[in-house]
């Protein structure tokens, strides 16, 4: 389902029900979406991103790879649980005009362990730039600094201890 977010007019949160990219019901979920609105889709697996750049999603968050849980050096992650291999592993991407970010996350899979793949809790800041405040439209601006990507090397209670500290 979809909903306008509160106090951000032509701002909409699209969520997605299932993963599987030949399982998802993108006119269900864009249904009551107005055209011409900025949209941000929510998807568990970053397996339905290029489905959605091609409706004209402008920003898709997702998590589901943990960034592959184990990445080597040169190589990195030999194993991601994904249609498109490493491709969408983690982090920020652009894929067919959209922005596409996804989390490590914090957890990992039941049989496998992390090896240079730490956890993360990421906070993003979407903003308007002013430019496109005047031409009526909502811009999209995510950096990888130190305040909106928080690595959990000392606990999930404590990064986010730190979240609020650099919010302040």
């Known amino acids: 389902e979809a909903v306008e977010v509160p106090g951000c007019p032509g701002a909409w949160l699209v969520g997605l029900d299932m993963y599987g990219p030949n399982r998802v019901d993108f006119e269900k979920a864009l249904s ?20 959605a750049a091609e409706l004209g ?22 194993v991601v649980p994904s249609s498109y291999g490493p491709r969408y592993a983690s982090g920020l991407l652009g ?52 305040r909106q990507l928080v690595p959990l090397r000392r606990g999930v209670k404590q990064a986010l201890r730190g979240v609020r500290e650099v919010e302040k």
């Open 95 to 146: 894929v067919e005009g959209m922005r596409l970010f996804v989390t490590r996350g914090v957890g990992s899979d039941a049989n496998a362990c992390r090896f240079r793949c730490p956890p993360e809790v990421a906070v993003l800041t979407l903003t308007r730039s002013d430019a496109a405040v005047s031409q009526g439209h909502i811009g999209v601006n995510l950096s990888r600094s130190g």
């Open 32 to 51: 009551g979406v107005p055209d011409g609105a900025f949209r941000v889709l929510l998807a568990h697996s970053p397996d339905v991103a290029p489905p």
């Open 57 to 78: 999603i402008d920003l898709m968050l997702s998590g589901h790879t943990h960034g592959g849980q184990v990445c080597l050096p040169i190589i990195g992650p030999p």
